[in-house]
Every structure is written in C-alpha cells, then in structure tokens.
C-alpha cells in the first residue's frame, strides 16, 4: 500500500496510475471524495482529510509501504510563505509519527537556493523541513511541467505562443507530469536507500523549441513571444492573481530565466524525461476532443 497525497492534481493522479498500473494498492488522503470518486472506482482507498491536519495525515500513513508527498500550489503566497510552514508542519509531525520505510517529496529544480526563488521558496522550505525526518527521503526536483503550457492550444492559432521564458532560446529544465509519476512510482517500489537523495528530473528545453513541437500539433508555424517584463504584474492579474501579489510569480520567472532551473546542482542525480511537449500536447488535443 502506497499513499499518494495531491491524487486529483496532475503529479498525484500520473503517480496513482503508474503505481495503479504496476498492481499495486493506493491510498489516498482527499478533502472531497465525490472529486476522487474516479480513484475510488479504481480501487484507491480514500482517507478522509487534507493537509491542513497532521493527525489525518499520520492516519492516511498507517502501514504503507511508502508515501508520496507535495504541497499544494499557492499562487499569491502570504509574505512569509506561512501557508506553506503549515503543510510542512503537519507532515513533520505525521511522517515523525509514523515514519514510513521511504518517503519521495515533490520538489523543484532551484530548491537548493533560499533566496530571490518566488515561489520555489515554498520547496525550499519543504526541503529544509524534511532534513531531519527518520525515514529515507528523497526529493525529487522537477523542472517546468510542460502541462503549463497547454493554453497554447488555444492561444497559439495566430502562430504566437506568450511565454515568460526569455530569452524563448535559453533551454531550462522542462518534464512532463506523466514522467514525475512514472519516477515516483519507480522510487516507491524499487531498490530501497538509506539517508536523503536529491534527483533532479526533466531535460533542457527551450520555449522556442516547445512552440515549435506545439506547431507541429496545430499544423501552423508557431512561435515563442517573450512577454515583455512590465507586463507580467498584469498578464498574472489576468490568470487570477489578486493585483498587488505577483511579486512570488514574477520572482519565479525571472529566476528561472536567471538560470536557476539549470541541470547539474551540486550532490544530485539526473534522470531525463522521456515523454516531450508534443505528447502532452498530443495527448490533451486528444482529450479534448473525446
């Protein structure tokens, strides 16, 4: 038995079916079972709870094999990340508890710095709180999920796709979530370790190397744009950030185009992904149209 936290997102739901597809039994902790009722169908026990109470977290851990832990995405984090200090908290207190034979923490490329992160500070600070867990961790820092860009299905059709990426021919750490998933649910049931691991997950890819596969999708030339750097605050306050909290958001991109999401932080390994931005494109073309 495994417990994957953050099963109705995107990471959580990729690691699910791996490990689902492997044969193995899945549990999950959910605030709302009717949106996990797919996972219920599917053989997952549900927990009722979320990551805001350490004790339904300890009670979701009784006697798993492993756990698979993330927190949440906060957009407009308070100055102090303190939403973030909570769910850390929490799982300090329940994986203290419970101390399961390994744990794999979702992090990101970056998280080894503690400044100018925007909001990677949030797994940075996960990473620090993590360090003196009893239980083999590892953390898995992924790059940028090629998933954030799937509104270039719909915004691409006049050729352009906006991005924050600049310059759109700087490669940075880029994956997709399928990947995060299948490597979680490798870690979960493979070779076990001892201590703490660092692997950072995902290949150098550029934004014009991204547009270029999404055209081939859409059957048109597209190209990467860079948003020009004044207009972030208010293209963010458009994707639903309250004007006045951009700061974590805008800090994010500009560290990533500082080069902060490059491979090859010191004591890490390396796993590249296999599944590129023309699959998930592919693949959420598919869905979308039934």
């Known amino acids: 038995m495994f417990l994957v936290m953050g099963i109705t997102g995107k990471v959580g739901g990729a690691t699910a079916q791996h490990l689902l597809a492997q044969g193995n039994k899945v549990r999950a902790l959910v605030r709302s079972r009717e949106k996990a009722v797919i996972w219920a169908d599917q053989g997952v026990e549900l927990v009722d709870g979320d990551w805001n109470d350490a004790a339904a977290i300890e009670q979701a851990l ?7 832990v993330m927190l949440p995405s906060v957009w407009a984090p308070s100055p102090d990340y303190k939403e973030a200090k909570g769910v850390i908290a929490n799982y300090v207190a329940a994986l203290t508890e419970a101390a399961p034979p390994r744990v794999i923490a979702l992090s990101s490329m970056g998280a080894n710095r503690t ?48 991005v924050y990426y600049n310059p759109t021919n ?49 059957k048109l030339d597209v190209k990467a744009f860079a948003v020009p750097r004044a207009g972030w605050a208010e293209a963010f306050e458009q ?36 599944t590129s931005a023309r699959e998930v494109f592919e693949a959420a073309q598919k869905a979308a149209k039934g």
């Open 170 to 218: 700087r490669k940075s750490t880029m994956v997709a979530t399928s990947d995060i998933g299948a490597e979680v649910a490798t870690l979960l049931t493979g070779a076990a370790w001892s201590g703490q691991r660092v692997i950072e997950l995902g290949s150098m890819i550029s934004a014009d190397e991204v547009a270029e596969q999404l055209g081939e999708v859409l």
């Open 115 to 162: 400044s100018g992160l925007g909001m990677i500070t949030a797994l940075s600070l996960l990473e620090q709180g993590f360090r003196n867990l009893t239980s083999p961790v590892t953390f898995l820092r992924a790059g940028g999920f090629f998933e954030n860009f799937l509104y270039g299905l719909q915004v691409a059709q006049g050729g352009m796709l906006p």
């Open 62 to 68: 009784k006697g798993v094999e492993g756990a698979f």
């Open 239 to 274: 994707l639903g950030i309250p004007k006045g909290h951009t700061g974590p958001a805008e800090e994010m991109y500009e560290a990533v185009n500082a080069g902060w999401m490059d491979l090859g932080a010191e004591k890490t390994e390396h796993i590249a992904g296999t």
